[in-house]
């Protein structure tokens, strides 16, 4: 019923909002509300700024079929939704301990990007963000 909203992949296995939903209840159970929200909004930007830049430039594959262009977009994104985000809720993280925070957390979020082949990005960006940010912030 359902058909012309779904990716032929879905038809015959889980979509992505159902790990999307899996994420947000695992996150919520295991960590600390702020790194709940920073993986969320990891998820919320910089995954779609990797998809444009994937498809719109291309370009070589770093690990499966995710692009340079995807992967440094995502990085990129990440690590500007992290440093707004230390702006906003912990003004005392602007300091070169906040930009390496932000490197991390883009990182941590990149690598689980970059192995969404074997497991839903929907699912591994917000939990590796969390996980990375509880340990960090």
């Not at 291309?58 to 440093?83: I, Q």
Request: aromatic share 10%; with cysteine.
């Amino acid at each position: 019923a359902l058909s012309f909203i779904v990716r032929p992949v879905e038809s015959y296995h889980l979509t992505g909002s159902t790990y999307y939903i899996l994420a947000m209840t695992i996150i919520v159970l295991l960590f600390p509300h702020r790194a709940c929200q920073i993986g969320v909004l990891v998820l919320a930007f910089a995954d779609p700024a990797a998809t444009i830049a994937g498809k719109l430039i291309g370009g070589p594959k770093l690990f499966a079929e995710k692009s340079v262009a995807g992967s440094t977009a995502f990085f990129a994104v990440a690590f500007v939704v992290c440093m707004v985000f230390f702006a906003l809720t912990q003004p005392w993280l602007l300091s070169i301990r906040g930009v390496l925070a932000a490197m991390i957390l883009a990182g941590s979020g990149t690598m689980a990007e970059m192995l969404g082949d074997s497991l839903d990005d929907n699912l591994s960006i917000p939990v590796a963000v969390a996980a990375a940010s509880a340990f960090l912030v």
